[in-house]
């Protein structure tokens, strides 16, 4: 167990919906990371906040936002769905990201878009 | 642009066998390499890691090798076994105030009993 809490484990939703995921970090971590893994393109950095702060943005669509809360939970807002946004989505979370560490990541929530 | 190249996509050992999985990255202020294991239905974990300044980690098992002028490294795990079976993910991140992981595109380890 990572210790990082993601919500839903697995959503099915209809094109042009609208889903939230949710990660709750470890305790103590400041930092958290998005990523999306689909099976042609691996695991793929989306964005990254540290204590409620947007610091790097990847390849994440302006269809996507994400911001992270006074409490360091932090969502990931996926709108207008489209079938290639099925996917696994992680977050992780890590101690400072200053430096060079370990990540953290939850088991992820799977999205299935229909 | 992929940034951290891996291969082989999939690779199949004998338990006992040695298992090899390579990675290749373009981008020189690369200062840490990390790999990570992925079982079904989890997320990554990692494995092992390295800096650039030593030409090789072994923890256990498992090995990095590491090739600054070649731009390319990696993982070697001893003694395969089935329980090794797994995606495996190189990575790759670089100084900043992020410190983001680029990934690798992952192999597939499956270690036949």
């Known amino acids: 167990d990572s210790g990082v809490t993601q919500t839903p484990k697995h959503l099915i939703t209809a094109t042009g919906q609208r889903v939230t995921l949710r990660c709750s970090p470890r305790?103590?971590?400041?930092?958290v990371y998005w990523y999306q893994q689909s099976l042609d393109q691996g695991l793929q950095f989306l964005i990254h906040?540290?204590?409620?702060?947007?610091?790097a943005k990847g390849n994440i669509l302006e269809r996507f936002s994400a911001q992270q809360f006074p409490d360091l939970h932090s969502e990931l807002n996926l709108s207008s769905l489209e079938l290639g946004d099925s996917a696994l989505y992680f977050c992780?979370?890590?101690?400072?990201?200053?430096?060079?560490?370990?990540?953290?990541f939850g088991e992820g929530s799977r999205l299935t878009v229909l | 642009q992929q940034q951290v190249k891996q291969s082989p996509q999939s690779l199949i050992v004998q338990k006992g066998g040695i298992s090899i999985i390579n990675c290749a990255y373009e981008?020189?202020?690369?200062?840490?390499f990390p790999w990570y294991q992925q079982f079904p239905g989890k997320g990554p974990a990692l494995l092992i890691a390295?800096?650039?300044?030593?030409s090789e980690k072994k923890e256990g098992r498992f090995t990095i090798s590491f090739n600054k002028s070649a731009k390319q490294f990696s993982l070697h795990i001893m003694d395969s076994q089935p329980g090794d079976s797994a995606t495996y993910f190189c990575?790759?991140?670089?100084?900043?105030?992020?410190?983001?992981?680029?990934f690798g595109s992952g192999t597939q380890l499956t270690v036949l009993p």
């Open positions: 992780a979370s890590s101690v400072d990201p200053g430096w060079p560490g370990e990540l953290f």
């Open positions: 305790s103590g971590d400041l930092s």
């Open positions: 906040y540290y204590n409620g702060e947007e610091r």
């Open positions: 981008n020189t202020a690369f200062d840490y």
């Open positions: 390295i800096r650039p300044d030593v």
């Open positions: 990575a790759a991140s670089r100084p900043g105030s992020a410190r983001q992981l680029t």
